[in-house]
Nanobody, 114 residues
Framework: VQLQASGGGLVQTGGSLRLSCVAS????????MGWYRQAPGGLRELIAS???????SYTDSVKGRFSISREKDKSKAYLQMNSLKPEDTAVYYC?????????WGQGTQVTVSS
């Protein structure tokens, strides 16, 4: 499985961005897709995930502001980010889990200016 993330950028506080993650390869084996982020000097943090039954999970800091979704064919996942805050500034990584294997996309930078 290969993952390609896009959609990051610079936005003002309160703005919105939509991240996309395109999967290719053995996509039918994917059962979970999601997003991590890593702020400068910080640890990589799981922020949102969606499974094959479209069950979603979010870390508390993004609940009510971020929304994850995916295409039915598992080829794409999206992270809609609203009401962005400076503390959301980080490199965002999409991931996919297929059985016991985890695949990563390259990061996309999100910068929120105050």
């Amino acid at each position: 499985v290969q993952l390609q993330a896009s959609g990051g950028g610079l936005v003002q506080t309160g703005g919105s961005l939509r991240l996309s993650c395109v999967a290719s390869g053995s996509i039918l084996s994917i059962n979970v897709m999601g997003w991590y982020r890593q702020a400068p000097g910080g640890l990589r943090e799981l922020i949102a995930s969606i499974d094959s039954g479209d069950r979603t999970s979010y870390t508390d800091s993004v609940k009510g502001r971020f929304s994850i979704s995916r295409e039915k064919d598992k080829s794409k996942a999206y992270l809609q980010m609203n009401s962005l805050k400076p503390e959301d500034t980080a490199v965002y990584y999409c991931y996919a889990r297929a059985g016991t294997l985890t695949y990563w996309g390259q990061g996309t930078q999100v910068t929120v200016s105050s």
